[in-house]
């Protein structure tokens, strides 16, 4: 490893991959069966890299001092391969826009005042946050990967499906490395496009495709969202890096992220336009990360197969909008009403998902409702602005992946033994012939319903506490109101009489959200959303493993005597083989072997990391975490014992609930849904969302496509057709000369003739 | 001889010329039998000759006279080719109409069909028949004795 | 001898009425629905005076014997022409045309054309013509066909053929003796040479076309001898393809017509019915 430096390994990550991809497409068709190996050994190689790389940054991070809250220096790396576009005096905006305010833009000094120079240098980074996301996204990718070699075995697109994933992992690695926005939106998109061929992998199934472009249409709402983000980004900031770049007259320009900017106390735009850049991002974050009101795509992207859920739609790509607004950390740190939207969209998230998820009947359903309610856990912990609110999302997004990784691989392992049955109802007590399955499943569930001491417990317990902390700010000591009473930033507004504004003066507009009421709804929220969590999650539980063994027909079973050879390929584990007669229908090691892995980090890594509090001391050296607003709200690392009681009180509830409805002999049918009466219908119906936007975006754009077609068709080539048919019909009209009448023909053409003499006679007499 | 008198000689052929090729002309587009097309046609030529000819007079030359030979030549031989042609033509359509051959015209022109025909001038003929032999042949006053046309 | 100088001017409305009474004589006598007697006579009527006002706006010649003699032959030429084109039988038409060419022939002796004249005779009259009437007697219909009582747009046709024949009279009313080459005619006793002619007085040294220069008398006893001469001579190749398209020709016209039989022999025996109005002289 001496030869490599940490920025040439920063390049293989994403490289690694993209040469998988690349080579898939080139020689899949060719390897057949063994197609995976390009893209595998491609991941394979870039999880190694990535590890390494954590090892490195955690190196320069250096160790926790216990539980103290310190000071933390900032961590970066920048690798900058090559300039992509540069535009010398491209821009010089307007005098008194908020891009020519000197506190905050970068002067050109070579070229003038205020003139603006538009470069986009293709940069990598490396710090710790990226460094973690790294590590999740090979490591998930990796085990999908593998699982993926037994689940889309005889598959006709296997070669495709491994193309994709490479070329995913190579697209959501170069998100979370690149080190400057409008970088961030190629790969935003690309990781989109990406999402799109995989929830549309089998093209055929029109529900497939129509999900796709449902996923799509509604991305396209947030990337606008981002779009302008950026937009705004560059008049307001005059550079689109993260970091600091030294001009060619040796001026440090300094990125939006740039330790230059993060150092300077009024180093970002509140106001009116900071609000507005925030919310953009927020609505990129929600398209990305499926929270209200661009979450419908994420429960049809279900049509998609497993792996590639258990990958996109649960580890990876719906975190990138948790990573944007974690890595936009100042920004929204200087629009507290922005952090407080971000948290309200969130819990609202959290909760109407978990209750949708509560009278789903399909397993996969179950657990994208489950994601959607997670992620809305994630971003409440972000809303907060604290760093505990930042680290905890970040921890509960590495639980997350984590736990909701196995929970789809377990849920893809049932689907595919029970023949692509997934409906609960159809099949019960799988727990005897999928024993390995079952175990893991439900380790996972215990992770993701806060049973301690798994992971979620700790992860979740983390984000109750930030959520808490800002509820009952005198609850958790002086830091908090130290910070609440003596910003360290200041509003800078925009407006000509806010010059002299500071944070005693009443907040306005959005900003007015911001107040400890609104934080204890919020926390209330969560715990709500805690015991539906732990009642659905224990509910598909229930329903699927316990109970007496129903399996659908045509499910791929293979016994201890009669074998059938032809189930897939399955092997026959001996020893799992027979339980009390019953056939085992348990997945190939290519399948089982993920979830056991998986099911270690679902174990132990929160009571690993929670403990030695390292994640949150290792982020804390991301230099977006740095920024005072941020750093100064650090508080120092304990357990909080009341709210893991609460939470737990809360999880303990919703399991017996689950049980009471669904475990044993009861668990074939719908038992609780019965009392919820009309709820229910709201709550199976998705809270009429879809409907909603059915009827007032979708149909309205019919209509004006149809109004557009009939235009087309009738006006456009109606008139075309009507200049064409203009010369037709002079020609129709000429045609009737044409009798056929070989005298007719002759006397045109001596009339022709006598006139052309008769004009030359009259030209030439005298 | 001389020249001021070749001029009018000239001119005033010249005149008969261009009056032949003028009748000529009118008659080939106006007659719908073909023979008589062609007829028109050979006036055409023959007041070419004499146009030819008459220039040549006046240059004293025997251009005009070599060419109007040419054209009596190629005048035969067009003659007898387009002759044949007629009869192949009357053996397809039966008429010697030039009118009988409308096939050429667009898919959206009806067939030109004589609609004002004047009224037959002639009564049906009727070809006297010789009687046999020593049998007095039956008389007949309404009979015309005279054939109008032919 | 006084040379006529012609007058555009003063002749402009002569012209311009002789066209307009060929155009209503040429309308009023071509077949058509008015055979009524009135319209021919005015039509005869209408073309007579347009002739005559030809004639009026024509040149006086030298002596009145000339002028008399080319008078008769081109009227007889004319007034044939235009009975061929008018007549409704198409045997009298050719009938007509026969006397047409013998005003013509008469038009060439008096040009001077002496073997061009009979040769007229002799090739249009006596074979082409005599063509003409046996192709008339295989296909002609018994009685008037209709299509021999009527004419395709007559008003038109006349009217672009008195266009024609006026604007060609006002062509031929502008020519002029002009500095031409070689116009000069030698008379029977002398032969002038070139350079004595006021014409080449003007100072033209162009008429260095010394061979054109052999000035042409067509009224010598030789004239057949020096036509012959100059055909065989200036003209060999042409009058040897002429002889071969002679042949060509008529080797065409057999191969077409001995085509044409068997053409005919094989839908005879394919098809049941005969074709359409086959003659039965066919």
Request: proline letters at 5%.
């Amino acid at each position: 490893m001496q030869e490599f430096s940490p920025s040439t390994l920063l390049v293989l990550v994403p490289l690694l991959p993209l040469v998988g991809a690349i080579l898939t497409v080139l020689l899949g068709r060719t390897l057949g069966a063994k197609a995976h190996l390009p893209a595998m050994a491609g991941i394979a190689a870039a999880a190694v890299v990535a590890i390494a790389l954590l090892v490195v940054t955690a190196r320069d991070v250096g160790p926790a001092h216990g539980a103290h809250a310190e000071a933390v220096r900032p961590v970066e790396m920048i690798s900058t391969l090559w300039n992509w576009a540069s535009f010398d005096a491209a821009y010089t905006p307007p005098a008194g826009s908020p891009a020519t305010d000197a506190r905050l833009t970068p002067h050109d000094l070579g070229a003038g005042k205020d003139v603006r120079s538009f470069s986009i240098p293709v940069a990598l980074r490396l710090d710790p946050l990226t460094a973690t996301m790294l590590t999740i996204i090979t490591c998930v990718g990796l085990l999908v990967a593998i699982y993926s070699v037994g689940y889309m075995h005889n598959d006709p697109g296997y070669p495709r499906f491994f193309a994709l994933v490479a070329m995913f992992v190579f697209s959501m690695s170069m998100l979370v490395a690149a080190s400057n926005f409008l970088l961030v939106y190629v790969f935003w998109e690309a990781v989109g496009a990406c999402s799109y061929l995989l929830i549309g992998f089998w093209f055929t199934k029109p529900e497939a495709a129509r999900a796709a472009k449902k996923a799509f249409l509604v991305n396209r709402v947030g990337d606008f969202g981002l779009a302008i983000a950026v937009f705004l980004l560059w008049m307001t900031y005059g550079t689109l890096d993260f970091h600091d770049t030294i001009s060619s007259n040796g001026v440090i320009m300094p990125g939006i992220l740039g330790q230059t900017r993060l150092a300077d106390a009024a180093g970002y735009a509140g106001g009116a336009v900071g609000t507005a850049i925030c919310l953009l991002l927020l609505l990129a974050a929600c398209g990305k990360s499926a929270q209200l009101p661009l979450h419908v795509w994420l429960p049809d992207a279900m049509e998609g197969p497993t792996p590639a859920s258990a990958l996109i739609h649960a580890a990876t790509m719906v975190t990138a909008g948790i990573y944007l607004i974690t890595r936009s950390a100042p920004l929204f740190s200087a629009c507290p009403g922005a952090l407080t939207m971000v948290s309200i969209v969130g819990a609202t998230t959290a909760l109407i998902a978990a209750l949708i998820g509560t009278v789903q009947n399909d397993l996969k359903r179950v657990l994208a409702y489950s994601t959607i309610s997670q992620l809305g856990y994630m971003f409440a912990s972000l809303g907060t602005g604290t760093l505990l609110g930042f680290t905890a999302a970040i921890f509960h997004l590495l639980t997350h992946a984590c736990f909701k990784a196995l929970l789809f691989l377990g849920a893809g392992s049932v689907m595919h033994a029970m023949g692509g049955v997934i409906d609960m109802r159809r099949f019960g007590g799988l727990r005897r012939v999928m024993p390995i399955t079952a175990a893991t499943f439900f380790v996972g569930a215990a992770a993701l319903a806060g049973v301690a001491p798994f992971a979620g417990f700790f992860s979740k317990d983390e984000i109750l506490a930030a959520l808490h902390s800002k509820g009952w700010p005198s609850a958790h000591g002086d830091h908090h109101a130290a910070a609440a009473a003596d910003g360290p930033f200041q509003l800078i507004a925009f407006s000509p009489d806010a010059a002299h504004a500071t944070v005693t003066a009443p907040a306005v507009g959005l900003d007015a959200l911001d107040r400890p009421e609104t934080w204890q709804i919020l926390f209330w929220m969560s715990l709500v959303t805690a015991g539906l969590t732990a009642f659905y999650t224990f509910r598909a539980v229930f329903m699927t493993f316990t109970g007496p063994t129903r399996v659908p027909e045509g499910a791929h079973g293979h016994g201890g005597h009669g074998d059938h050879g032809d189930g897939g390929g399955h092997d026959s584990h001996g020893s799992h083989g027979s339980h009390g007669g019953h056939e085992s229908y348990e997945s190939p090691p290519a399948m089982t072997w993920p979830l056991m892995i998986l099911a270690i980090p679902s174990a132990l890594v929160g009571w690993l990391l929670f403990s030695t509090n390292w994640l949150a001391h290792f982020l804390s050296a991301t230099p977006s975490l740095t920024a005072p607003a941020v750093a100064a709200t650090a508080t120092p690392h304990v357990f909080h014992m009341n709210l893991a009681i609460q939470g737990t009180l809360a999880a303990a509830i919703g399991i017996v609930v689950a049980a009471i409805g669904h475990l044993g002999r009861r668990s074939d049918g719908p038992q609780l849904e019965r009392f919820l009466g009309p709820l229910q219908t709201l709550f199976a119906n998705k809270f009429y969302f879809d409907q909603i936007y059915s009827a007032l975006i979708v149909k309205p754009l019919e209509g004006l496509a149809l109004v557009a077609a009939l235009f087309d068709r009738h006006v456009i080539d109606g008139t075309v057709d009507a200049i064409a048919g203009i010369p037709v019909a002079l020609g129709s009209i000429v045609r009737r000369s044409q009798s056929g009448l070989l005298q007719r023909y002759a006397l045109v053409g001596v009339m022709g003739v006598l006139a052309i003499v008769v004009l030359l006679t009259w030209q030439l007499r005298g | 001889m001389n020249t001021m008198q070749s001029l009018p000689l000239l001119q005033n052929a010249l005149t008969v010329g261009a009056i032949l090729f003028s009748l000529g002309l009118v008659g080939i587009l106006t007659r719908r039998n073909l023979i008589v097309m062609f007829l028109a046609a050979e006036m055409m030529l023959q007041g070419i000759s004499v146009s030819l000819v008459a220039w040549s007079r006046y240059h004293g030359d025997w251009g005009g006279h070599v060419l109007v030979i040419f054209v009596l030549t190629v005048a035969a031989c067009e003659a007898a080719v387009a002759l044949v042609f007629v009869l192949q033509a009357f053996s397809r359509t039966g008429r010697l109409d030039a009118a009988a051959w409308q096939s050429l015209r667009e898919a959206n022109v009806g067939r030109t069909i004589d609609h004002e025909l004047p009224a037959i001038d002639t009564v049906p003929l009727r070809f006297p028949t010789l009687a046999p032999a020593g049998v007095l042949p039956p008389a007949d006053e309404n009979e015309p004795l005279q054939r109008e046309h032919v | 001898m006084n040379p006529v100088s012609f007058d555009p001017l003063a002749s402009g409305p002569l012209l311009a009425g002789a066209v307009l009474a060929t155009v209503a004589s040429l309308w009023l006598l071509l077949p058509n629905g008015r055979d009524t007697t009135t319209a021919r006579w005015l039509g005869a009527s209408l073309g007579l005076a347009a002739l005559a006002a030809f004639i009026a706006t024509g040149r006086r010649l030298g002596g009145l014997g000339e002028e008399a003699v080319f008078l008769i032959v081109s009227l007889v030429a004319v007034i044939s022409a235009a009975a061929t084109i008018v007549s409704r039988s198409p045997v009298y038409a050719a009938i007509w045309f026969a006397l047409s060419l013998a005003g013509v022939a008469g038009v060439l002796l008096v040009l001077g054309a002496q073997f061009l004249g009979v040769a007229t005779i002799v090739v249009y009259a006596g074979a082409i013509l005599v063509m003409f009437l046996f192709v008339l007697m295989l296909a002609q219909p018994a009685g008037l066909a209709s299509y021999d009582r009527v004419s395709n747009e007559p008003f038109l046709s006349a009217l672009a053929g008195a266009v024609l024949l006026g604007v060609l009279s006002l062509s031929i009313g502008r020519l002029s003796a002009g500095p031409a080459s070689c116009c000069d005619l030698p008379t029977r006793a002398t032969a002038t040479p070139l350079t004595a002619t006021p014409s080449a007085a003007e100072g033209i040294a162009a008429p260095a076309t010394a061979p054109v220069a052999t000035v042409v008398d067509p009224l010598a006893e030789n004239h057949v001898a020096r036509l012959g001469g100059e055909l065989f001579g200036r003209h060999l190749v042409a009058v040897e393809a002429a002889g071969v398209l002679l042949l060509v020709a008529l080797i065409g016209a057999i191969a077409v017509v001995s085509r044409g039989e068997a053409a005919h022999a094989a839908e005879a025996t394919t098809a049941t019915g005969p074709a359409a109005g086959r003659s039965a002289a066919r």
